[in-house]
Antibody, heavy 117, light 107 residues
Framework: QVQLQESGPGLVKPSETLSLTCTVS????????WSWIRQPPGKGLEWIGY???????NYNPSLKSRVTISVDTSKNQFSLKLSSVTAADTAVYYC???????????WGQGTTVTVSS | DIQMTQSPSSLSASVGDRVTITCRAS??????LNWYQQKPGKAPKLLIY???SLQSGVPSRFSGSGSGTDFTLTISSLQPEDFATYYC?????????FGQGTRLEIK
């Protein structure tokens, strides 16, 4: 079955850019919406945005000015870049598959990103 | 943005109890409502999609209902593995939004 795995640095300095990659295995990335969600320590879930295989994107307005999600279909990967990070961006970051009305049915295990100098 | 409000925020119950969690949307979302279970240190797991459809592999003691703005998640007979945090989420529009979570604890 489809599995997702996040990768990237666990520590990012303030004002720098957070970069994460999600590798999709067991299935093709060439359909569905592929999303990023984050969860600050002890808090709830925040949707960051998604990308469709065509490259079309949709971002949370609260983060839109700092977010870029891209896809590499040849590697079956999609990526997140979040610029100008602050301590408020410290969170567990999850990648997941969004199947619309059928919910978010496959999730990565999550990766913790800490913003600190 | 569509605001999702869950109640209660926390709940204590015993094994075997019937439990209901409520989720209210700030506008009508038809049946574009999903429920997730999250255990500490783990990713959320999809339980119910489209308000009342049981995700494959999820035990039948979980059920969902509702449409429009008001929805419920019911666990018919709590099992020890059900103690976790539950989130509702709307897939009617973007940005996707979640409820604040309901923490289900052992009494």
């Amino acid at each position: 079955q489809v599995q997702l795995q996040e990768s990237g640095p666990g520590l990012v300095k303030p004002s720098e850019t957070l970069s994460l990659t999600c590798t999709v295995s067991g299935g093709s990335i060439s359909s569905y919406y592929w999303s990023w969600i984050r969860q600050p320590p002890g808090k709830g879930l925040e949707w960051i945005g998604y990308i469709y295989n065509s490259g079309s994107t949709n971002y949370n307005p609260s983060l839109k000015s700092r977010v870029t999600i891209s896809v590499d279909t040849s590697k079956n990967q999609f990526s997140l870049k979040l610029s100008s990070v602050t301590a408020a961006d410290t969170a567990v970051y999850y990648c997941e598959r969004d199947v619309g009305a059928r919910g978010m049915d496959v999730w990565g295990q999550g990766t913790t990103v800490t913003v600190s100098s | 943005d569509i605001q999702m409000t869950q109640s209660p925020s926390s709940l204590s119950a015993s094994v075997g109890d019937r439990v209901t969690i409520t989720c209210r949307a700030s506008q009508s979302i038809s049946t574009y409502l999903n429920w997730y279970q999250q255990k500490p240190g783990k990713a959320p797991k999809l339980l119910i999609y489209a308000a009342s459809s049981l995700q494959s592999g999820v035990p039948s003691r979980f059920s969902g209902s509702g449409s429009g703005t008001d929805f419920t998640l019911t666990i018919s007979s709590l099992q020890p593995e059900d103690f976790a945090t539950y989130y509702c989420q709307q897939s009617y529009s973007t940005p996707r939004t979640f409820g604040q979570g309901t923490r289900l604890e052992i009494k």
